[in-house]
Every structure is written in C-alpha cells, then in structure tokens.
C-alpha cells in the first residue's frame, strides 16, 4: 500500500500562488499516473489535473492556464503549482496515486 504525505496549503489572496507537496512511499510513484483533486466546502470532490508517467499532463477547464502539475520520479514527489488563485478555488486538495489518497491540505483563497 501507498501512503501519500500533502503539504504547501494555506490561506492567500486572491492572485495569489502556492505550490502543493505529495509525496510517496514505497516504489510504485515512477510506474503509476498521478492525480490531483480537490472538494470545495459542502461540494463533491472533483478532478483537477493529471500527470502520467511520462509526463503528459490534462486539466480540468476551470484551472487551465493557472495550474501546472508535475512530477519528479527520484524524489517520488508530485506537485501543483497553483497561480492566479480564486476564491472559488477554495478546497481541500488531495493526490491520488493507484486507488491511494493523501489526508489533503487545505487551500483558502480569501481577501
């Protein structure tokens, strides 16, 4: 089994910027897709952006341009660098690795 350690949340302004952590345990990281997703408050959890193994990346409409994922297979770490940040991006953002999940970490995009 994975385990998945999120971190780089926090509160920031809107067009604000922060960079979000996941990293892996064990050997599968550099083998799988990485994901990342995210459930604004009293809303379902939705997908975000994906990165596959060699480094193809897709993202939901409402963060093109803003998001960026990427990964780095020695480190076993993804990440998600976010900019431009809203306050509808408001959420607990979670990664995904082979049915896995982290705790999530909170971003809050507030004046």
């Known amino acids: 089994q994975v385990q998945l350690v999120e971190s780089g949340g926090g509160e920031v302004q809107p067009g604000g910027s922060l960079r979000l952590s996941c990293t892996a345990s064990?050997?599968?990281?550099?083998?799988?897709?990485m994901y990342w997703y995210r459930q604004p408050p009293e809303k379902q959890r939705e997908w975000v952006a994906t990165?596959?193994?060699?480094?193809?990346?897709n993202y939901t409409d409402s963060v093109k341009g803003r998001f960026t994922i990427s990964r780095d297979n020695a480190k076993k770490t993804g990440y998600l660098h976010m900019k431009s940040l809203k306050p509808e991006d408001t959420a607990v953002y979670y990664c995904?690795?082979?049915?896995?999940w982290g705790q999530g970490t909170q971003v809050t995009v507030s004046s």
């Open positions: 990165i596959s193994r060699g480094g193809s990346t």
């Open positions: 995904h690795i082979m049915g896995n």
């Open positions: 064990g050997s599968i990281f550099s083998f799988s897709p």
